[in-house]
T-cell receptor
Framework: SAVISQKPSRDICQRGTSLTIQCQVDSQVTMMFWYRQQPGQSLTLIATANQGSEATYESGFVIDKFPISRPNLTFSTLTVSNMSPEDSSIYLC???????????FGPGTRLTVL | AQSVTQLDSQVPVFEEAPVELRCNYSSSVSVYLFWYVQYPNQGLQLLLKYLSGSTLVKGINGFEAEFNKSQTSFHLRKPSVHISDTAEYFC?????????????FGEGTQLTVNP
């Protein structure tokens, strides 16, 4: 299995600022993902983080708002740009192991935008 | 495309009672099936998964689930719950044939175990 850590674990930010969330996996993984979980709701996939190339975004999410990097196999960042209160959510990093049918999740970053 | 329906948004039970959390899915191709648990203020933890073979799958913490292909269901069960089982439970599916297939989640079921 893979252990995923995220930093920061939580933050309170002002409207109009940006926050970068870091995700580190302790072992080799094939794919990395970023999800959003709005209060009381299920998980929504934001994008697939591709190593060394642009991320693949889901419908409704754009690179200007959620730029993503993945410089190597085990590390990725998600930036939430020009934040508004509607961005208040839990952001979860996820990774698929070498056994492609197993996906692991980080503890999440709890973001509150004032 | 796949979809997942968790039939109950909230399930309150008393401690030591049995519980079943219901999950139905829709897909035009074969799928893998998963149950994840999210404890308060934590990330998701894999409870169990069905890939192939025996339709009864046993997971961690005494949970089990049964894959029923004809009813396209994957209900989660535990014969006797504890207070510590209070959490949000998510059913998820992914396409079996595609290595890059994404997980599709249900809306979640909040299990609350009362003393």
């Amino acid at each position: 299995s893979a252990v995923i850590s995220q930093k920061p674990s939580r933050d309170i930010c002002q409207r109009g600022t940006s926050l970068t969330i870091q995700c580190q996996v302790d072992s080799q993984v094939t794919m990395m993902f970023w999800y959003r979980q709005q209060p009381g709701q299920s998980l929504t996939l934001i994008a697939t983080a591709n190593q060394g190339s642009e991320a693949t975004y889901e419908s409704g999410f754009v690179i200007d708002k959620f730029p993503i990097s993945r410089p190597n196999l085990t590390f990725s960042t998600l930036t939430v740009s020009n934040m508004s209160p509607e961005d208040s959510s839990i952001y979860l990093c996820s990774a698929r192991g070498l056994a492609l049918n197993e996906q692991f999740f980080g503890p999440g970053t709890r973001l509150t935008v004032l | 495309a796949q979809s997942v329906t968790q039939l109950d948004s909230q399930v309150p039970v008393f401690e030591e009672a049995p519980v079943e959390l219901r999950c139905n899915y829709s897909s035009s191709v074969s799928v893998y099936l998963f149950w994840y648990v999210q404890y308060p203020n934590q990330g998701l933890q894999l409870l169990l998964k069905y890939l192939s073979g025996s339709t009864l799958v046993k997971g961690i913490n005494g949970f089990e689930a049964e894959f029923n292909k004809s009813q396209t269901s994957f209900h989660l069960r535990k014969p006797s719950v504890h207070i510590s089982d209070t959490a949000e439970y998510f059913c998820a599916v992914s396409r079996k044939e595609t290595s890059g297939s994404r997980l599709t989640f249900g809306e979640g079921t909040q299990l609350t175990v009362n003393p």
